[in-house]
């Protein structure tokens, strides 16, 4: 399994000179099994890149091509009017949120309303692809391929989920946007048991978050400690605060290596094979 960041800022795309070494798009990442199938990650704005470089690789996976999403904050869904295979009448995308008890609207209804005409010039029923919304009902399933699948939901406004991702005895975890409400969620340490890699919301420093109760994220410091008590053997910190620039990060990420030398600050186009 490889996994390439296509976006890695939290909340809102930056697109300032000293923001070039951690990116500035917003969650996106793609996931390519050994057989070369591929599954994408939320569709933030790094999803434009990770379209134009799907057809510049000329990728032909025509049959479905998975985008799962961890929720539908806006920084999670706001690139995908601009991923270009959807605009491709031969290409099939099912897009879902796994999980149980998921509240609110449909998620189809979400995707149109984005890209309605206040919004947006091209409605979604005018793309092209074939789209399937799916919001299944399970914790765990194996498709076909021998991939394994295992949803969380974790604390964030609005309910989000976080994803196990198994293939060829090598683990995924991707946990964005979780807020450690009481202590460190048991069901997120849980969920990352032995992961190759895990991917962890790491948007505030421990002062930060002091200040940003309820705003549904995690510090670097609780990243590790999920890190810890799971026996990650990666730990990739994701979800960059827009106001947090190159120098503060790479800073921060020296803090975070002196107490877990494992942990990296996910960078845009950074890839890591397991
Ligand atoms: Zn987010
Ligand atoms: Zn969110």
Same mark, same amino acid.
């Given at each position: 399994m490889k996994i390439t960041f296509y976006g890695t800022r939290g909340s809102i795309p930056v697109a300032d000179p000293d923001y070039f070494q951690f990116g500035g798009n917003t969650s996106c990442i793609l996931v390519t099994f050994s057989s070369g199938r591929i599954a994408i990650l939320d569709a933030g704005t790094g999803i434009r890149k990770l379209g134009n470089d799907l057809l510049k690789n000329s990728?032909?996976?025509?049959d479905n091509i998975s985008i799962i999403?961890?929720?539908?904050?806006w920084d999670h869904i706001q690139g995908f009017p601009y991923?270009?295979?959807? &605009?491709?009448?031969?290409r099939n995308f099912t897009i879902s949120i796994c999980g149980k008890e998921r509240r609110g609207k449909d998620l189809k209804s979400i995707f149109a309303t984005q890209m309605e005409n206040d919004f947006f010039p091209v409605p979604l029923e005018k793309m092209g692809a074939n789209f399937t919304f799916l919001q299944p009902d399970i914790t765990a399933y194996e498709n076909q391929w021998g991939i394994k699948f295992v949803a969380s939901k974790h604390s964030h406004r609005g309910d989000a989920y976080g994803y196990r991702i198994e293939e060829g005895g090598k683990t995924l975890v991707y946990c964005t946007d979780v807020e450690h409400k009481h202590g460190i969620d048991p069901n997120v340490v849980a969920l990352s048991?032995?992961?190759?890699?895990l991917i962890h919301d790491?948007? &505030?420093?421990p002062e930060e978050i002091k200040m940003k109760k309820g705003w549904g994220h995690s510090s670097w410091v609780q990243a590790i400690e999920v890190a810890e008590q799971a026996g990650a053997k990666k730990l990739a910190l994701f979800h960059h605060d827009p106001d947090h620039n190159d120098a503060f990060l790479s800073k921060m990420e020296k803090e975070c290596q002196k107490r877990y030398p494992r942990a990296f600050l996910a960078r845009e186009g950074g890839q890591v094979a397991l």
């Amino acid at each position: 399994m490889k996994i390439t960041f296509y976006g890695t800022r939290g909340s809102i795309p930056v697109a300032d000179p000293d923001y070039f070494q951690f990116g500035g798009n917003t969650s996106c990442i793609l996931v390519t099994f050994s057989s070369g199938r591929i599954a994408i990650l939320d569709a933030g704005t790094g999803i434009r890149k990770l379209g134009n470089d799907l057809l510049k690789n000329s990728h032909e996976q025509y049959d479905n091509i998975s985008i799962i999403l961890s929720h539908t904050h806006w920084d999670h869904i706001q690139g995908f009017p601009y991923f270009e295979p959807a &605009y491709d009448p031969r290409r099939n995308f099912t897009i879902s949120i796994c999980g149980k008890e998921r509240r609110g609207k449909d998620l189809k209804s979400i995707f149109a309303t984005q890209m309605e005409n206040d919004f947006f010039p091209v409605p979604l029923e005018k793309m092209g692809a074939n789209f399937t919304f799916l919001q299944p009902d399970i914790t765990a399933y194996e498709n076909q391929w021998g991939i394994k699948f295992v949803a969380s939901k974790h604390s964030h406004r609005g309910d989000a989920y976080g994803y196990r991702i198994e293939e060829g005895g090598k683990t995924l975890v991707y946990c964005t946007d979780v807020e450690h409400k009481h202590g460190i969620d048991p069901n997120v340490v849980a969920l990352s048991r032995n992961a190759d890699l895990l991917i962890h919301d790491a948007q &505030y420093t421990p002062e930060e978050i002091k200040m940003k109760k309820g705003w549904g994220h995690s510090s670097w410091v609780q990243a590790i400690e999920v890190a810890e008590q799971a026996g990650a053997k990666k730990l990739a910190l994701f979800h960059h605060d827009p106001d947090h620039n190159d120098a503060f990060l790479s800073k921060m990420e020296k803090e975070c290596q002196k107490r877990y030398p494992r942990a990296f600050l996910a960078r845009e186009g950074g890839q890591v094979a397991l």
